[in-house]
T-cell receptor, first 110, second 116 residues
Framework: GQQLNQSPQSMFIQEGEDVSMNCTSS?????WLWYKQDPGEGPVLLIA?????ELTSNGRLTAQFGITRKDSFLNISASIPSDVGIYFC??????????FGTGTRLKVLA | GAVVSQHPSRVICKSGTSVKIECRSL??????MFWYRQFPKKSLMLMAT?????????EQGVEKDKFLINHASLTLSTLTVTSAHPEDSSFYIC????????????FGQGTRLTVV
């Protein structure tokens, strides 16, 4: 079945550093979403991407929809302690449902 | 962004009893709602998709008689865990898609179910 491979699994970074994570798949998707989940909470939508090649920013966050439609990346610039959490990519092929990546656990060291 | 409210946020129940979890879209109409289950330090596993006014579509391996889903209106879907057992203890999260416009999904706060 369809799978999203998300990497890295986890990362420790220093405050102020930039962060990059990505999702890849062997399947083609029409929509990519990036979420952040804090412990004990539901995921919060960060960025939505709808076109191949699309590059979208939301504050310090930037995400791109890969040109092949099989991947996406998320960058966080100048990380701060509140960026800590789990980041999930999600993708849809135009059907009604999304599949989720395995998550990237981010820890920021002050 | 659109707001999805899930209730309760935490519930503890005895083994053998049933628990109902509500998912409401507060400021938009949701023709489609999704129910996920999340194990500790794991990703979200889609359990079922519910469309307003029709039967839910369950993912492979999910028991539809155990996890009853009702989507009675464009703003409310419920998940009932019937005859709960300790192995049903988990974090359950709903999400909803808007009826029109872009297709992003918004999540509720999640429900931590503990079956004792």
């Amino acid at each position: 079945g369809q799978q999203l491979n998300q990497s890295p699994q986890s990362m420790f970074i220093q405050e102020g550093e930039d962060v990059s994570m990505n999702c890849t798949s062997s399947s083609i998707f029409n929509t990519w979403l990036w979420y952040k989940q804090d412990p004990g909470e539901g995921p919060v939508l960060l960025i939505a991407l709808y076109k191949a090649g699309e590059l979208t920013s939301n504050g310090r966050l930037t995400a791109q929809f890969g040109i092949t439609r099989k991947d996406s990346f998320l960058n966080i610039s100048a990380s701060i302690p509140s960026d800590v959490g789990i980041y999930f990519c999600a993708a849809s092929s135009g059907t009604y449902k999304y599949i989720f990546g395995t998550g990237t656990r981010l820890k920021v060291l002050a | 962004g659109a707001v999805v409210s899930q209730h309760p946020s935490r519930v503890i129940c005895k083994s053998g009893t049933s628990v109902k979890i509500e998912c409401r879209s507060l400021d938009f109409q949701a023709t489609t709602m999704f129910w996920y289950r999340q194990f500790p330090k794991k990703s979200l596993m889609l359990m079922a998709t519910s469309n307003e006014g029709s039967k839910a579509t369950y993912e492979q391996g999910v028991e539809k008689d155990k996890f009853l889903i009702n989507h009675a209106s464009l703003t409310l879907s419920t998940l009932t865990v019937t005859s709960a057992h300790p192995e049903d203890s988990s974090f359950y999260i709903c999400s909803a898609r808007t009826a029109t416009g872009n297709t992003e999904a918004f999540f509720g706060q999640g429900t931590r179910l503990t079956v004792v």
